[in-house]
């Protein structure tokens, strides 16, 4: 399952045989189409997932330039000069992207560019970023927003099947860690098992911070790992994803340790219910703020609304957070190939909290689940 390790220092990563290889053929001409439709003229790709998904290249330093006049420039630095041409290679762009080694991205582009009226700029470059591009070039920048980010939302089956890989991974690491979940374990020898699991069944790492949140604990959505030891009666949120070949999962299962008392009896039955009312509304063709909705109502009538205190998800790719994002007002219309998560949760401070989340794919004509970890939140004590 190891495959290319991805990280900036790794040497050149070799594709793991059973993964189909990650090609990137069409996706520069699709990113030139939305330039031409906001009358962009040339364009500075440098948010590293961006420049992953439109060259292969995994350096920590790269910028894509698209040129007005049809080519494409990726400018890194000498510590790049193999592997850059190389994964360009492996993922079939090289003939279409110009390798160029160069200290000052801005000013070696800036020579290439030609006569640009509008050149885009992503919403994540810095400041002095955007100042030196505004005094290498004579057009003025205007930003790009999400124009990578919104093509990189709809996965190609090479990148389904990593995901689909890295949900499994994830899956199994539950597995090994469940039995842990008894009283006077702590939350991070838990998400140490976690972790180990995860990178000894060949991924590259957790997807994110691994988090295992127990008892009052279990009411901060994005709690960090403590040696607080877990309680009979607790509420424990355990939320693992894992990273393969640069692509992740993200996955949240709720226990309670024994029998629960009424409130977090009710709380996991009303999450549970919420949850699945989601997935049920993930298919092609809806806004994503409907799978929000149907999430949320489900809370609301439960009377527990104002304790769900985040959206009902997000898409995951490359990155962990990513389009489509899975909230109220989101005109998002889901199609087939989006990957998302659908995550309700409700906290109450200070007592503590429940959060379910599966990672699915959009397909023709529904969904599919990718996290497959059974949902069966009572942890018996005596076992
Ligand atoms: N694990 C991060 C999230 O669910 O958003
Ligand atoms: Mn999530
Ligand atoms: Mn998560």
């Known amino acids: 399952m190891r495959s290319s390790a991805g990280s900036a220092d790794s040497p050149v990563p070799a594709t793991a045989p059973s993964f189909p290889p990650l090609r990137v053929d069409g996706r520069l001409g699709r990113l030139r189409h939305r330039l031409a439709e906001e009358d962009v003229d040339a364009a500075v790709i440098s948010q590293p997932a961006n420049v992953r998904w439109l060259t ?15 080519e494409t420039l990726l400018v890194t630095d000498s510590r790049y000069a ?3 041409p190389a994964q360009l290679a492996e993922a079939g762009c090289l003939d279409e992207v110009e390798v160029v080694v160069a200290r000052r991205a801005a000013h070696t582009a800036a020579e ?21 591009w505004s005094e290498a070039v004579d057009a003025s920048t205007v930003p790009l927003t999400e124009a990578v980010e919104g093509l990189r939302a709809v996965k190609d089956p090479a990148e389904l099947t990593r995901m689909q890989a890295a949900a499994r991974i994830a899956d199994g690491a539950l597995a090994a860690a469940e039995p842990m979940l008894r009283p006077g374990v702590t939350e991070a020898e838990i998400q140490q098992t976690l972790d180990d699991a995860i990178r000894a069944s ?7 911070e691994t988090i295992v949140a127990s008892g009052p604990n279990s009411a901060l959505p994005h709690a960090r790992p403590t040696d607080r030891k877990l309680q009979a009666g607790d509420l424990v949120v355990v ?75 997000h898409g995951v790719g490359l990155d962990i957070h990513e389009l489509p994002r899975v909230v109220s ?9 989006n990957v998302l998560t659908v995550e309700p949760g409700v906290y109450f401070p200070g007592v503590g909290g429940a959060r379910v989340e599966d990672l699915l794919v959009v397909t023709d004509h529904g969904c599919r689940q990718l996290t497959l970890y059974p949902k069966a939140p009572v942890v018996p004590l005596a076992r």
């Not at 060949?202 to 994110?208: E, F, L």
């Not at 409907?290 to 609301?300: F, L, P, Q, T, Y």
């Not at 007002?329 to 190939?337: H, I, K, Q, R, W």
Request: include cysteine.
């Open 56 to 70: 292969g290249f995994t350096g920590s330093n790269g910028t894509v330039v698209v040129l007005g006049s049809g």
């Open 82 to 84: 193999e592997q850059a």
């Open 112 to 132: 290439r560019l030609g006569a640009v009226t509008r050149l885009g700029l992503e919403d994540s470059v810095a400041w002095a970023e955007q100042i030196r």
């Open 202 to 208: 060949g991924a590259s790492g957790p997807a994110y």
């Open 239 to 313: 939320d693992v994803g894992a990273e393969v070949d640069g692509y992740r999962s993200d996955m949240t299962r709720s226990f309670v340790l024994g029998d629960p008392d009424e409130q977090a009896a009710a709380v996991l039955e009303v999450v549970g219910r919420s949850q699945s009312a989601g997935v049920e509304a993930v298919r092609p063709g809806v806004e994503a703020s409907e799978i929000d909705g149907a999430c949320r109502s489900v809370i609301d009538e439960a009377g527990m609304g104002e304790a769900f205190v985040h959206g009902s998800g």
């Open 329 to 337: 007002g989101s005109t998002a219309v889901l199609e087939p190939g």
